[in-house]
T-cell receptor, first 113, second 115 residues
Framework: GNSVTQMEGPVTLSEEAFLTINCTYT??????LFWYVQYPGEGLQLLLK?????DKGSNKGFEATYRKETTSFHLEKGSVQVSDSAVYFC????????????FGTGTSLTVIP | GAGVSQTPSNKVTEKGKYVELRCDPI?????LYWYRQSLGQGPEFLIY????????DSGLPNDRFFAVRPEGSVSTLKIQRTERGDSAVYLC?????????????FGPGTRLTVT
């Protein structure tokens, strides 16, 4: 079946620290992988995506590389800001998942000045 | 442009009552999705519409849940005989292209509390 396992939080970092949020997946076939972000009081927004193995998605200083050999899509940012405080969701989708996205449980990030 | 909107933003109802939750997708988006997000969890798929028809309703938990999209735009999620376990945030998303490899745009959600 299809599933996403995401690093549990909450995560608290100081401003300018390095961020990694781990995400691994189980899927049939070749899914697309996504990171969504939910800022306080707002809806889910797409942060970045990768549609095939070895693709790197990037946006707003965040990066994630689709690693088929380790079935992973870890989110990284070199220097976090207070404004990055949010809940981050890893998700899986694609032709073999039908019309569904499979989401991880979310990782809450708080960045302190 | 306007994003996906959902009304109401909060709904408190008593156990056993009927509720309707509304979703207005982005204009022109043919694909519409409903998800349920319980506390501390990621969104879970409920149902997918392509146009007016429910193309995939495999995520609906039981026959108390039903959704419609009569004109291919606004959708309503209907829950009969609500139970306390139905308490969650109900999310709606729309997409210009069907199929989950494309970006889905999410609304802010309706928080349902069943007392």
């Amino acid at each position: 079946g299809n599933s996403v396992t995401q690093m549990e939080g909450p995560v608290t970092l100081s401003e300018e620290a390095f961020l990694t949020i781990n995400c691994t997946y189980t899927a049939t076939g070749y899914p697309s992988l996504f990171w969504y972000v939910q800022y306080p009081g707002e809806g889910l927004q797409l942060l970045l995506k990768a549609t095939k193995a070895d693709d790197k998605g990037s946006n707003k200083g965040f990066e994630a590389t689709y690693r088929k050999e380790t079935t992973s899509f870890h989110l990284e940012k070199g220097s976090v800001q207070v404004s990055d405080s949010a809940v981050y969701f890893c998700a899986l989708g694609g032709p073999n998942t039908g019309n569904q996205f499979y989401f991880g449980t979310g990782t809450s990030l708080t960045v302190i000045p | 442009g306007a994003g996906v909107s959902q009304t109401p933003s909060n709904k408190v109802t008593e156990k056993g009552k009927y509720v309707e939750l509304r979703c207005d997708p982005i204009s022109g988006h043919t694909a519409l999705y409903w998800y349920r997000q319980s506390l501390g969890q990621g969104p879970e798929f409920l149902i997918y519409f392509q146009g007016t028809g429910a193309a995939d309703d495999s995520g609906l938990p039981n026959d108390r849940f039903f959704a419609v999209r009569p004109e291919g735009s606004v959708s309503t999620l209907k829950i009969q005989r609500t139970e306390r376990g139905d308490s969650a945030v109900y999310l709606c998303a729309s997409s210009s292209t069907p199929g989950s490899i494309y970006e889905q745009y999410f609304g802010p959600g309706t928080r349902l509390t069943v007392t």
